[in-house]
C-alpha cells in the first residue's frame, strides 16, 4: 500500500505564495507519476500539476506561470504563487503506480483578503 502525507495548506491574501508538501511512503517503487489536484466547494476535482518519472510537467492551463510542480525520491511539492481566490480548494497529493492512483486527506488552501 502506499500513503501520502500533505503538508502546507493554510489562509493567504491574494497575491500571496504558499508551497505544499506531500510525502510518499510504503510500496513506492514503480511510481508512474506523482501530482496534485484540487477540489473547490462544489465543483468536480481538477488537475492542477503532474509531474511524470521521466518527462516534463504538466499544468492545467489556469495555474501555468504561476505554480511549480517539482519532485524529490518520493516526496512532491507544489510552489504556489500570485495566488487568487479562485485557487481556494482543498488540495490533494496523487500518486499513480501501475496504473492505481493513490491520494492524500487533502489540504486546505484559502486565498482571501
Known amino acids: 500500500q502506499v500513503q501520502l502525507v500533505e503538508s502546507g495548506g493554510g489562509l493567504v491574501q491574494p497575491g500571496g505564495s504558499l508551497r505544499l508538501s506531500c510525502a510518499a511512503s510504503?510500496?513506492?517503487?514503480?511510481?508512474?507519476?506523482m501530482g496534485w489536484y484540487r477540489q473547490a466547494p462544489g465543483k468536480q476535482r481538477e488537475l492542477v500539476a503532474t509531474?511524470?518519472?521521466?518527462?516534463s510537467a504538466n499544468y492545467a492551463d489556469s495555474v501555468k506561470g504561476r505554480f511549480t510542480i517539482s519532485r524529490d525520491k518520493n516526496m512532491v511539492f507544489l510552489q504556489m504563487n500570485s495566488l487568487k481566490p479562485e485557487d481556494t480548494a482543498v488540495y490533494y497529493c496523487?500518486?499513480?503506480?501501475?496504473?492505481?492512483?493513490?491520494w492524500g486527506q487533502g489540504t486546505q488552501v484559502t486565498v482571501s483578503s
Open positions: 496523487n500518486l499513480r503506480r501501475f496504473q492505481v492512483d493513490y
Open positions: 510504503g510500496s513506492i517503487w514503480g511510481i508512474s507519476s
Open positions: 509531474v511524470p518519472g521521466g518527462g
